[in-house]
């Protein structure tokens, strides 16, 4: 069984690695857009820190292929809560200043990491072998072929080496908050002692369903006096419950024709011309991108485009999903070398980024330009200005300017990449840090990259076809205002209109769960107007020229609506009347009980006081009477979770004999006392956070 395929066996362990790299899927071109966009490379934040389109993107697509039965909203807010879960907790550890080291991360390799419980990286007891799996590394380095497996394996190994970090972070700051939280001796003994104790019991139990008939008429004025005297218990929100029709604005099929026309007039213009980025700037909904990719960072579909179609002027498409037209032409490839190794001398100034230098921009231009005039002629002298006139301090002292290997995929600030640059050559460029003096000192891994124009144009519905949407909307309404909420919504369903049934909304809430639009939070305000009564009706357009109908189905206010509640008091007021009319006969003796309600009596019955069970049920209250009521004597009728029980304590006993019970029930304590102290942590520090969702904006 190859590697790939023991990690899919324990599909458990793929949740320890959401997130790697796009290459396994087949992007949709809504997801393609999303990608090119610049703007909408932040999809929120937690405290400031950015959560990135593309890991937000990742995650939902390969949690979608191990999870295909559930609906993308689930897994999109799975993924939401994982996000802000892992930045929060960096936050914190970053805050307490906890760093993971060399020694920390093969540590957690070999016990955290997905390798650890593969089969063959282990050893004979089941523990991992560190010099079987460094062997493994080395051998999946060497293998140049680019076979799905290996380019899934080096992914997944990618991912892990760049994710491990936060797992070590995150245990450090786990074990740091739990050092000193412990279960005391006293807890784990009274603990054990619970498990061990027993009671053996007889007793009679009749089913609720067998005398409640007898005491079934409660009249309301038993019911007004309870809640007068528990009005605190039945005090409601004020709430709005609302029903939804939508009508989906979608292109016509003679807005279809009309665009399958002009796309193709386009996508002709674009295969002839050489003004690409003019093109692109005029007809698309995205600006030209000048970048160039390697092939794996581009999304899947022109991966395999580029694989069999890698000539300059190549054309690509057009596609057509969800409304969306995506067409690309190949307007540049070049060689890379995706691996560089590199030296640098920076010139800081005020205006940068993370600098103390009070010189001015042009000042620090001037020195930059005169040190790097001065290297090209002669640079042997670069190691020495490094050190006299390099602002980056820490590489200037540690490493001699050295900036180390810089990917091609992970670094685009520097133009340090091309194939023509030579080893040794010396660069001036400027980044946000001020300007850099560098020198290229090794190259490796030389590649293609690409370049693509992109054309991405949505087909949206004709003015015709809107003012026809429109129509049908006033007229539904006009002939469904006077309906109930069931003909209602039946109605649109025999439209086939998209309907959202009898959603609850709070006033202070911004979403509304199955609806989530932009115009949410106005919807709600509306329903919560002083004007507002059930049966209105309301239409709203979104963004995007959707019509929601929003019916308002039903007023809750704060009061007690007695009839709403009847039915809860009902069987509570119900085993009261039996538990004082049972008490009021004075049973003494068990077996006069069983003959008196035609019952048998279960004897020697071993209960224990740790699970509260009876048979196959729980029942807490009546165990409790056992162990504390005296042994022999018939109890008085206890109501239980399904009807009334006699007990008869027959004897208690205690099962432990061995002290050493301690280290175990300590340590059992101890997981359980952390695991809930965590998830409340986790709770606190979520809602104390800022985060911010911009999600619908893209």
Not at 89 to 116: N, P, R, V
Not at 123 to 146: A, I, T
Not at 353 to 375: F, G
Not at 563 to 579: A, F, G, V, Y
Request: glycine fraction near 2%.
């Amino acid at each position: 069984m190859s590697f790939l395929e023991k990690i899919r066996k324990n599909t458990w362990l793929i949740f320890l690695f959401i997130g790697i790299s796009l290459v396994f899927f087949v992007l949709d071109p809504n997801l393609l857009l999303k990608f090119f966009s610049e703007n909408s490379n932040v999809i929120g934040k937690v405290n400031g820190d950015n959560i990135f389109l593309k890991e937000y993107i990742d995650n939902i697509q390969f949690l979608k292929r191990f999870r295909e039965v559930e609906s993308d909203s689930s897994l999109k807010n799975d993924v939401w809560k994982l996000l802000i879960n892992e930045k929060v907790l960096t936050q914190q550890a970053a805050k307490l200043g906890i760093q993971s080291t060399k020694k920390d991360f093969w540590k957690a390799i070999e016990k955290q990491s997905i390798y650890s419980k593969i089969s063959d990286f282990q050893d004979e007891k089941g523990n991992m072998d560190l010099e079987k799996f460094r062997l493994y590394l080395k051998n999946l380095d060497k293998l140049s072929n680019k076979t799905p497996q290996v380019e899934e394996e080096k992914n997944i190994w990618s991912y892990e080496k760049k994710n491990i970090i936060k797992r070590i972070v995150a245990k450090k700051y786990v074990e740091m908050l739990m050092y000193g939280l412990n279960t005391s001796f006293v807890e784990a003994e009274l603990n054990y002692r619970d498990k061990n104790y027993f009671s053996i019991i007889d007793y009679v139990f009749i089913p609720y369903s067998e005398i409640e008939k007898k005491y079934r008429p409660i009249k309301n004025y038993e019911i007004l006096d309870y809640i007068k005297k528990n009005k605190f218990l039945y005090k409601k929100e004020n709430l709005r419950n609302l029903s939804f029709v939508i009508l989906r604005s979608h292109p016509s099929l003679d807005d279809e024709k009309n665009m399958y026309t002009e796309i193709n007039k386009l996508f002709n213009k674009l295969k002839s011309s050489n003004h690409h980025s003019m093109i692109v700037s005029s007809q698309s909904e995205r600006p030209f991108d000048s970048n160039f990719y390697l092939k794996k960072n581009l999304p899947p579909i022109l991966q395999d485009f580029v694989e069999k179609n890698n000539r300059i002027g190549s054309m690509f498409g057009p596609v057509k999903e969800n409304n969306i037209c995506i067409m690309a032409k190949l307007t540049g490839k070049k060689m890379v070398y995706n691996s560089v190794l590199s030296s640098h001398i920076l010139i800081s100034h005020k205006e940068a980024i993370r600098s103390s230098n009070q010189r001015t921009k042009k000042e620090a231009e001037n020195l930059a330009k005169k040190i790097y005039h001065l290297v090209k002629k002669s640079p042997s002298q670069f190691d020495s200005l490094v050190m006299e006139k390099s602002d980056d301090f820490i590489n200037a002292k540690k490493s001699k300017g050295s900036l180390g290997w810089m990917k091609y995929e992970e670094q685009n600030k520097f133009d340090i990449f091309s194939s023509e640059n030579k080893k040794g050559i010396i660069v001036f460029t400027e980044t946000k840090f001020g300007y850099h003096i560098l020198r290229i000192d090794n190259q490796k891994d030389l590649r293609p990259v690409y370049q693509f124009a992109i054309i991405i144009k949505t087909l949206v519905p004709s003015k015709k076809t809107e003012d026809l949407l429109h129509k049908n909307v006033v007229q539904f309404v006009k002939e469904n205002k006077n309906y109930n909420l069931n003909t209602f919504i039946n109605n649109a369903r025999k439209k086939r209109y998209e309907t959202v049934f009898l959603e609850t909304v709070k006033n202070h809430q911004w979403n509304i769960h199955g609806l989530n639009t932009e115009l949410d939070k106005e919807i709600i305000n509306w329903s919560y107007e002083k004007n507002r009564k059930e049966g209105d009706l309301k239409i709203f357009c979104t963004s995007n020229r959707d019509y929601i109908i929003v019916f308002l189905s039903k007023i809750q206010k704060e009061e007690y609506p007695i009839e709403e509640i009847k039915n809860n008091l009902i069987p509570l007021l119900r085993n009261r009347k039996i538990s004082h009319d049972l008490s009021k006969n004075n049973y003494n003796d068990l077996e006069n009980i069983a003959i008196h309600f035609s019952k048998k009596i279960n004897k020697s019955c071993k209960i224990n006081f740790y699970n509260s069970m009876i048979g196959e049920y729980k029942e807490p209250k009546v165990v409790g009477y056992a162990f504390s009521s005296k042994l022999y004597k018939t109890s008085k009728p206890i109501l239980g979770e399904r009807g009334v029980f006699f007990v008869r304590p027959l004897k208690r006993f205690n099962t432990s004999r061995n002290p050493s019970y301690f280290s175990s029930e300590v340590e059992f304590l101890n997981a359980s006392l952390r695991r809930n102290i965590l998830e409340k942590l986790g709770d606190v520090l979520i809602e104390k956070s800022r985060v911010k969702d911009y999600r619908k904006n893209i």
